[in-house]
């Protein structure tokens, strides 16, 4: 289990010392996801990319969701009313049809939820606008403590903005 601790830097040096301070502490570099305004360099920073910044994974699965609910709903009302002969193939096609809708909603949701912006970094959207860095860190639960303190001892201009609980664990 791991959580994802929410840090804002004032500016890019700022973020390239707390990184290396992170990186003393062990944290993994691909644990750590810089994010800031588009116009900026993030030059010697681990961005964070396109499962931090949007929806996508959020969507695939609010889309394999629904799209299995239609699918088996489909092939319920295929079943029932569109006898094949066969009891076993009639069936068979509640699950097939149940797997492709699962398939295809969790791929259109996601083309969708690639544009969205992640409803996770909405409350950052006003620092990272004035120019400010936001560093997710990924680390164990245990180890939350340790890196909060670290963190905040050795680096007074950087602001803790929270943990979130449900880290996943892809990517």
Known sequence: MSRRIYWLLPDIENARRTVNDLLVARV??????????????LAGLHPANVFQTTDVIY????GLLVGGTVGIVAGLLV???YPLGIDSL???????????GALFGA???SMIGISVPSHRLK????????GEILLMVDVPVLQVKEIEEILQASHPEARLQGEDPDTPVFP
């Open 107 to 109: 791929w259109a949701s």
């Open 79 to 81: 079943a029932m009313y």
């Open 28 to 41: 993994p570099v691909q644990h750590i996801h810089s994010f800031g305004r588009e116009d900026m360099s």
């Open 59 to 62: 969507a695939a699965e609010l």
């Open 123 to 130: 409350r950052f959207e006003a620092a990272i606008g004035r």
């Open 90 to 100: 009639q069936w068979g096609v509640v699950g097939v049809l149940g797997v492709l």
